[in-house]
């Protein structure tokens, strides 16, 4: 099993483009995520899915829209991207909503907005 | 929602020194705790948890008990190495029924010096 898979790896925009991070989970696990790394700041979620074809709001929404037309992707989007989006986003998955269940983490996608 | 404080780095230590990170919670309930790891360059990986108070959590040397009287979840360490040189994240379900990602504290850089 690969577990979590990020593409891409890092990628470098500037201001205004349109971008969109895919991951992948092979654990059959009906819970996404989607946080980015700030530093100093720890993780902070940004949009967050219970199931194919939902998708719910995090603590910092603003500048992202998600998808999750398949059970196993859940696709982050940046319509017109900006300085401050410049972060490490990484992707989880889990098995369950129970807040005991361990949460699993993609390598992360690096991304430079110039 | 539950929030965490964990204790600032970056913390050095020599290797074969006693580790400690504190880490306090506000929380609604009596939610599951965790540590995380991150070494350098890749992902969030689960180090312990503990889902119920008293629990102690333990994994690759660290251990964690969840204290509800003092609200804390201290991670510690006999005897680091220099192989123990990461970021350490102390984590808990946003809210009460875990579906909306974890809140994360801010991390701690451990370096461990030969």
């Keep these: ?114 | 929602g539950n929030s965490v404080t964990q204790m600032e780095g970056p913390v050095t230590l020599s290797e074969e020194a006693f580790l400690t990170i504190n880490c306090t919670y506000t929380a609604t309930g009596y939610p599951s705790l965790f540590w995380y790891v991150q070494y350098p360059g890749e992902g969030l990986q689960l180090l312990l948890k503990a889902t119920k108070a008293d629990d102690k959590g333990s994994n690759k040397g660290f251990e964690a008990t969840y204290r509800k009287e003092t609200t804390s979840f201290h991670l510690e360490k006999g005897s680091v190495q220099v192989s123990d040189s990461a970021v350490y994240f102390c984590a808990l379900p946003h809210s009460g029924g875990g579906a909306d990602g974890l809140t994360f504290g801010k991390g701690t850089h451990l370096i461990i010096q030969p």
């Design chain 1, 1 to 114: 099993n690969a577990g979590v898979t990020q593409t891409p790896k890092f990628r470098v925009l500037k201001t205004g483009q349109s971008m969109t991070l895919l991951c992948a989970q092979d654990m059959n696990h009906e819970y996404m995520y989607w946080y980015r790394q700030d530093p100093g700041m720890g993780l902070r979620l940004i949009h967050y899915s219970v199931g194919e074809g939902t998708t719910a709001k995090g603590e910092v929404p603003d500048g992202y829209n998600v998808s999750r037309l398949k059970k196993q992707n859940f696709l982050l989007g940046l319509e017109s991207a900006a300085p401050s989006q410049t972060s490490v986003y990484f992707c989880a998955s889990s098995y369950s909503q129970q807040g005991r269940e361990t949460q699993y983490f993609g390598p992360g996608t690096r991304l430079l907005v110039l």
